[in-house]
């Protein structure tokens, strides 16, 4: 069974930056669509971004393009999330998920948590000043 690791997660300042990294170890993610999502306390689940390991796709929730970067390490069959200029509204718990992927479909940050396969037990990340 597919176990995803999370980890990278802190506290930083506004503007500041953090990478999170997502794992499966034992595991290829070759055929996997990677999904990061958060949830905050009193909010519901969002999709963040999301990469399609088949053929490099990716997509991302509007108030995180141009700030977030979804991207995967061959050597280290990891999943990156690079937030930069993190702001107090980025604060949540982050969880990486994994969706069975296909090379036509697209993968797409919309949609609910029932497409994931499997997911993490997240990390914290508090942006305050």
């Known amino acids: 069974q597919l176990q995803l690791v999370e980890s990278g997660g802190g506290s930083v300042r506004p503007g500041g930056s953090l990478r999170l990294s997502c794992t499966a170890p034992?595991?290829?993610?070759?055929?996997?669509?990677i999904h990061w999502f958060r949830q905050a306390p009193g909010k519901e689940r969002e999709g963040v971004a999301c990469?399609?390991?088949?053929?490099?796709?990716?997509d991302y929730r509007d108030s995180v393009k141009g700030r977030f970067t979804i991207s995967r390490e061959d050597a280290s069959d990891a999943v990156y999330l690079q937030m930069n200029s993190l702001k107090p509204e980025d604060t949540a718990a982050y969880y990486c998920?994994?969706?069975?992927?296909?090379?036509?479909?697209?993968?797409?940050?919309?949609?609910?948590?029932?497409?994931?396969?499997?997911y993490g037990q997240g990390t914290q990340v508090t942006v305050a000043s």
């Open positions: 990469i399609n390991l088949r053929n490099g796709g990716t």
């Open positions: 998920a994994a969706e069975w992927g296909s090379y036509s479909d697209p993968c797409t940050v919309a949609g609910g948590e029932e497409r994931y396969d499997y």
């Open positions: 034992g595991f290829s993610l070759d055929y996997w669509n």
